[in-house]
Every structure is written in C-alpha cells, then in structure tokens.
C-alpha cells in the first residue's frame, strides 16, 4: 500500500485538495473552483484531474497513493453512498467512492463534509488522541460530527450528528430552517446570538455598546471581554442553550470530548465559560466532566480528515 | 474456536444463565440467586461454579465454547472494565472479563445489562436484521441500550445510551434520581406515567375508571383501550414527552429502528400511536420514518445480548 493520500473537500463554491504522508503531514494543499452548472456534472471529473495533474507533478504513481479521501456537503453512508443528493451542488444520489474510483484507481472513501471534519479534528486537530469525540460547529447553524471507537457515526440514514435540531425550546415562535421550531441551532450558531442580542435589547434601555454598529457573534462576544452586562446577559442564555443541548447528546454518546469550532468558536475558551454551567446541570453525573476543547484546523479540518478516513481508516467503505 | 457460548446476567436478585449455539439457539437456561453479601464477593465465583457444572452435565469442554459473555448492571468501558462499580450488588470497579477468565480460561466479554439487552434484541428480538438501533426500556426508569454497525456503543466512561436523563422539560419542579429535574425518566417510565396520571386527575373532576382502583402504568394503557378519554390525555402528554426524547436521540445517531421494551411496553404497539407524532415534529426530516418495534425477549434479552456478544462480536474486549 502508497503511503501518501489525498484529502478532498468539496464545499459549494471551492474544492479543497490536500495531498498527505503518513504521518499526517500536509505536503500540499491547494483548491479549484466548484463548477456548479449542468447539476454540478464536472466536479468530480475536475477533481479527478486536479488529483492526477498533481500526481505527475509529484512523480506519484497509483501504487504510490494508499487513497483518496472524500467529504461532501450531504449524508453519505457507510459505503460511500451519497444517499440524498447534495442540494448544494445539484448532486441527485449516486455512490461517490465508486465514482471517483472510475477515475483514479485507488481506495476511495466518502463521507460527509461535516463528519470528515469531525475525523480530521480527531487525527491532527483539536481532539487528537481521543477514541470518541463530537466536534460541535457554531457557524450559520449548529453541525456536529460524531466519532466513536475512532470511526464516524454515520447513522442509517447519513443522518447521526444533526445535532443543531435537537428540540431545546417549546416556547419559540419563529420557525427553524428544518421546519421545526426550538432547535438548538436557533440559539447555538452565529445567527442565533444575533437573535437572542436583538431580543435581550430590545426588553429594556440597558445601555450596551451592543446598541450601536452591526450586531454579530464577534459583536457580542468582544464586548463580553469588554465587560460589557448586557453581553455578558447574552451570552448567558446563549450558553444555557448549547450547554443543555450538548447535555442532551453527551447522555446519548458520551464522548470523551466536545470540540468546538466554526465562526463563533473564535471566541475562544472564554465560550466554555459560558456552556459548562448547563452542561453540567443537564448531563448525566458520569457524564459531567467531559473534556471542552477548541477546534484547531480551521478550514482545513476537511482535507485532514478526509486523508485520515485513509491513512487511519474511520468509516465502512 | 467452540461453537457453544454461555450468556450471563447478573441482576440484584438472580443471575440468569444461559447455554447458546451459534445459530442463537437457547439450549438451556436456569437461574442461581445472587448472593450480595460481602461486597458481593461470591457472585462471580457462584457464575463459574454454575457453569462448570452445566459444562460437565452436558459434556463440554472449554473448547467447545466460544467464550461467556456476561452482563452487569453498572457501566463497563469497552474492555471490560466496571469502570463504577455496581452498587446494587455492592461491586467496587474491576475488570469484569478478566476476573471470570480466571476460573474459565474461555474468551470473556462483559457489556452493562441495559447494553447486552440491546444487542440480544440486535442478534435474536425486535431488531433482528438492524445494524444500529436504540433499545428503550420503560420500566421504573427509561434506560437506553444503542448499537452501531453491529457493536454496542459504549462511550468514553460506559454512561452512553443514558437516554432517560435527557433533559425535557424546564418547568418541573420534582426532582430525578440522578439528582437533576425534567429528565425524560421522569415522564416515560412506568412511574412517569403515574405520576403524569396524578397530576391530570387532581387538574379536574372529570370522570375515568383511572379514578378508582390503583394508579399503574397498566391501568392507564387498559383505560386507554376501554375509551376512557382521561387516560387518552394522560397516554398523549406521556408520548409526547417520549416522542420528543426519542426525537432528540435520532437526531445524534440516527437509528433504523427503536425497540421498545420494560414494563410500559406490554401496552402494545398502542405506545407508537401516542409516541410517533412528538416524534415526527421534533426529529430532523430524515429521521422522521425511522422505525419502531416492540422488544420480543423480554427478561431472557440480556442473556442472549451476552451470548451473542461472543457468537456474533459485538464488543472491543
């Protein structure tokens, strides 16, 4: 078997490529365009030829290659099965491992973006070392990524992890993306701290510095350091929320430890501050002193984790 | 390797023993009491003693076995490890597997009771043919048993599946076993039913045949069967609770296929009418048709869980 791998990260507006050793070492990244047009046909095609094009650059052979890693944005199976599309990229159903397989003969292993990222976090990342984690990513909506015994959970349906529609609320009146209303992503993302800012504003005429500029997750979490009350109000109930929805899946799969990434992870450990109380009321007393940690790849979390389903094998395919 | 497994489990007040082949055949089952004094410290030499003499009454050697495989109602890691001990039989934590491997040198898996139960109806009951499925027994409490791809998902200090602690409801005012209040134990267990039955008889003088007699989970399911719209109302809020648990559990590791099991599920699949619609609203789209079936086991679950640990793997001892 090669002992190099390629990390892909199909995302809706660029694919992220990443070619690896063994050891974990990013040797190469780069991207190219995702070209949507025609249901999003020549994605894999231009991901096939990106792929080769680096091989004969490198002087990198199949036998070279112990694989190719895939993750895209949709629920793929244990075999690699993209079982619902990707809306995203016009993708309908089809078995992506075995497609890109036709292209370059070597291992291919799928898995979705969110899941592969969870896997890279486990291998180089914010939880290296842990057999079982659940990556937690705050960005326009809550992701998570489930690992266990060192592979992705990937449910019967693709479906494990969908962590940011927990129920958490009954009380909410506005409708979720899902259709539902009162799940956790509508308090634990990005948009939601802007959504429970607006709504903590506008009970009274505390004065915040909240009240003028643009209100964010950065907004609210740099005036949280700035000492600001009304922030730190904010903040509070978001906490609560996440921290009662982590409760909630750490009694399910108790995992080692919780990483937390995405935008308003840049917030930094000052969040944990924040989520613990919660967590710590809702959880299961053996569950209560599970590890809180960054996420530490960024964006390239994808590619790590894509080239970690080969080099250090985490799904079914 | 044998083709015979022995599966065990230990309860606070017999030891159920069973003879397996590899096909899942019981060919034998019988009971020794458990005997809780000193810490406990003859229960497993009483398990070995037992055994041994089923294996000279029926003329097996240790080579005929594939192994024992043994339950215990504590939480035990993937190696075997009753990493809390078990205070209902007043075991401090030891290596399970190990220390029965000392009196019968056969391989030996040990899981947690709810656990092994979980896999027996995986391997022989309700969720025969799944590859991942949650059990959910409503009895005094709501415990969870969860599989994936074929192996019992322990977690990272053997608490995983403690579904019954998942919080639920911010407005109780009693408080849980685990110390916690609102937890869906508190709604979907046997108990649960009674209490949620109290407290809609004291909201009104409507009449119900629920007012005469004793309060039980039973009374409540038989009442909904004889049309008694007061039990009707008490079977809704109660699946309402437990739809929305389960929703929850779905939406981290989206099984095939719920089995419902304990003492609440002699109801009959009645409990799925009441459960399916919380379900259906709070669980994320593709999760929404998973399956549900009633356990078939009932208390011989945990011996064939055990048993089949060791015929078909389902474990990391």
Known sequence: MGKYAFGVDVGGTTVKLGLFDEDGRVLDKWEIPTVKENDGESILPD??????AKMKERGLGEADLAGIGIG???AVDGSGMLVGGAVNLGWKPFHISKALNAYINVPVKAANDANAAAFGELWQGGGKGC??????????GVGG??????RILTGAKGAAGEIGHIHIDDEETEVCSCGSRGCLEQYGSATGVVRLAKRRLAEDQKPSVLREGELSAKAVFDAVKAGDDVAQEIAERFGAYLGKGLAAVANVVNPEKFVIGGGVSKAGEVLFDFIKPAFRKYAFPPCRETGFALATLGNDAGIYGAAGLILLGGSDD
Chains 1, 2 share one sequence.
């Open 72 to 74: 895209v944005p949709g």
């Open 131 to 140: 057999r079982s984690m659940v990556t937690v990513t705050l960005g326009t």
């Open 145 to 150: 990524g489930i690992i266990v015994d060192g």
């Open 47 to 52: 991901v096939a030829e990106s792929l080769q």
